[in-house]
């Protein structure tokens, strides 16, 4: 077991739980940020709009792979964090070692699709042709490095189900800072174009695994596995896939209605994709944040559920809500304060249509981040008592209601349909969610 007591979130105020727990985590993503915005940054300024578009429009594409690995590495996360509210060190152990096993067959598959598939999908997204080669270029060093992205967040979610969310924010931190270094270093002197900036971020990524394992393995016993932990895994495999497949898949589901809003995106032209990647990273911030509670709830229900605490269960759902909402009221009035400077920062000389472009997306997006938050939590919650069926309805939901704004309702209002995708999906998913998850609290006392 570790050696700290942070581990365990079943004790202890509920709000200074969550909060204690999160803030390292929401440091840790914004962090995780600075890789894509350093990339896009130094592209922007060094390599002109150009160069940009061609990093953003196949941002979404690498953000559907990353989805599916955090969703993926997630659900093994909450397995191990129900042991662990157990107090199953055994039960630990395997899911550790059936997580790793897994990990490493995964990667080995989506490395081979995504080698094969770069071109067909850049055809599908109709990349502009001015941008097509850099695109290329830019996509296929970062999805062929994806085991370093699957190494980062099985290591990640393994540390914060133990309850450190620490350790992998201390060499973020450091590998963030690298990442800037690199991506400089690579563009400027060493003029590999936007593949540069792609190796800087596989790089970092994989060192601050690297850096977090070590950590972590001096820290936590649990971790120096043994032969006989690999052994029998058969049942545990099951139950891990049963709960990261679902997870990942939800997670790219909800990608796929975006794939589509950056295909329209894409259609309208350059200024139009340099606009929208400009927005759309600022709205990076929302999501992650958003992400990082996600983390924080999950493991609090995991390990709570596990050690059958159902009301402080409830407790800290409504904790992590009021936490989560006053994030998202600061964020969107920061981003609208903010819009124009934010596109500033990627682009020296942002012209008119430009801004045209990502101020449409933004004053859209930012006045619902309330409705991302209530799905934030919800959604997170009911999955960690595993229930995966509601969640994934609410995908589908999401889905549908993107696809509907932007296949059939761009037709008639054009860019605004993108703008409002998001907002449509994010209510009509948690129309499910919430009546679901006061189902399943039913007859739960309201204190812990």
Known sequence: MAKSKEMDLTEGSPFWSLLKFSIPVILGNLFQLFYTLADSVVVGKTLGAEALAAVGSTSIIIYFVFCFINGFTGGFGICLGQRCGAKDEAGMRKSIAVSTLLCIAFTAVLTLICGLLSHPILYWMQIPQDIYDPAYDYMIVVL?????????????????ALGDSRTPLYFLVFSSVLNIFLDILFIVPFQMGVAGAA???????????????????????????????????????????KTGFPMGFQMSVMCIGQLAMQAVVNSLGTAAVAGY??????????????????????????????????????????????????????????????RHPIVRLFLSAPTAEIYHYSDGYLNWVAPFYLLLGFLAVYRTSVQSMQNGKAPFAACMIELVM????????????????????????WLGAISLLIPVYYKMMRGVPAVA
């Open 402 to 425: 993107r696809l509907f704004a932007t296949v059939w309702l761009s037709q008639l209002i054009g860019y605004t349909a993108v703008c409002i995708a998001s907002p449509l999906a």
């Open 144 to 160: 062929l490095g994806t085991g370093a992205t699957v190494f980062y967040n099985m290591v990640s979610n393994i540390l914060r």
């Open 199 to 241: 190796w800087a971020t596989i790089l970092s990524q994989f060192l601050s695994a690297v850096l977090s394992l070590l950590v972590g393995w001096k820290n936590y016993s649990v971790l120096h596995l043994t032969k006989e932990d690999f052994h029998g895994l058969r049942g545990a495999a099951v139950v891990h896939l």
């Open 277 to 338: 990647t400009a927005a759309s990273k600022a709205d990076q911030v929302s999501v992650l944040i958003n992400n990082a509670m996600m983390t924080a709830i999950s493991n609090y229900v995991a390990q709570n559920y596990g050690a059958g605490k159902r009301a402080r269960i409830r407790a800290g759902v409504r904790a992590c809500l009021i936490q989560t909402q006053t994030l998202n009221l600061l964020m969107c009035i920061g981003i609208l304060l903010l």
